[in-house]
């Protein structure tokens, strides 16, 4: 028998190139599950000190601090007056109890095991989505076709099944009634089980309407799903890709610092400083004359002096974060604001460009940047990827300006809104596929539903959807 020395002996298809790719497939699969449950744990337990000091600075008092304004001369402080500062600290202990209660009354998805792996498989379902698409765009010539097609339709199916059964499944166990979890998951499936019958007879309508070979043969009713979802969130994008592109471009303000940050840096800590003493002084005299006073006036130095314990610990924790704030170095901070902004500036430019090339293309039937017969520049293949990225993010960040309720906190996310955003984050990723391709941003077919039969055939309409779509990015609409 002949023996097998080399790789290339092995077929390049077939039983080999199936396990290879499965392997790579799961290997990819695992690595974001890992990330999701990180990130999870990070924005979804809460972080409850036991020190009476640092849960008055999170709970008790209403101290908030923007770091430096505007102009970094100062800082803007947000205080509650004395008699809220009294009625709050008389019952601080009440106070701790109870919101720890009620953080373990409403963390039911911390007790699910199978909830908690369901949203970490809808998040990375989701992350899959939104990295494959520019890599594909990128580098899709240099990855083998079958391969990434399975990643594809691995990536697929696995959003569409997080979007239409997990993340429900997952709301539902925690609207339930039940005691149990058995109970709750019988009266969670009850609500599953009309929920799917009427997304069935929904697409049984539509199928028979377009007719099958709108869809994809090998998954026609996911494919349908996608395109009932992806052409309502489609016209949505016009109005949440603009806020995410004027998003990207104030971000970069924000990271950008005084050249005399450090100077007036110290001249805010100085301030606090003297802030301090003068409520130690008027500590220590509550002190002293808080021996001579009545039952009554015992009583109130006693709120008093609580109140003022909880000012003097909420000014020096914003003095330990001016003084982390003072270590930045000012040109460091505008060298990266200056090249995040020149990135969204050339993401943008991008978008722009190939939007208006697939509209000549679509309206003029000729090219506008190159001359026929010649090869595209080096310069326009680099703009698929960058571009695709960057309509991505900025349809993304737009979607959150529009629900920002949905926005992740960091330790304080509520179970629901977990599941609201990444129900949001798996919609952005169907749809995704159909929007650049409608736009004109890349040449890949991918996705469940590569094309709209109903576009395709009505030209006019892919025309003005991608007219509407460049005059809201260029004049960055709010």
Known sequence: MREIHQDEDLPASGFYGVVRENIVALLFALALEGISALLLRRYRIRRVSNGTKNFSWESGATWNRDDLGDDGSSLRRRRS???HYASNSTMSTMNYSSINDSTEDDDELAESSIAVMFCCTGLGAATAGFLLLPLTAG???YIEKSMLDRFWNYTSIASSLSLYGLMPFCYFILEAHGRTWLAKTKECLQVLVLFWALGAGLLFIITKTLGVEAFIETHPWLSALNIVVSIPCGVLAGLATPRGVVQLFTLPGSFALPLDHKKRTRDSITELEFEIMALENKLHNNQETRKDTARRGQLDGEVDTEAIVWK???LRADIGK?????????LMRILIAVSLFSMSLVGWISVLMRILSSLADEVLSQNILWRVGEPPPRWWTLSEPISVAYFGLATTVGF??????LVF???NTPARQVIGSIMLLLTVSVTL???VQSLGLTKWD???????VVLAHRPWLLATYRLAMLWLMATGRR
């Open 322 to 330: 001016l003084r982390q704030l003072e270590r930045y170095s000012p």
């Open 400 to 405: 959150y300006r529009l629900a920002p309720k």
């Open 446 to 452: 991918v996705g469940l539903c590569p094309e709209l």
């Open 81 to 83: 007056t004395s008699d």
């Open 433 to 435: 596929p159909l929007v």
């Open 139 to 141: 580098f899709g010539d």
């Open 409 to 411: 906190q960091v330790h």
């Open 312 to 314: 003097i610990s909420a």
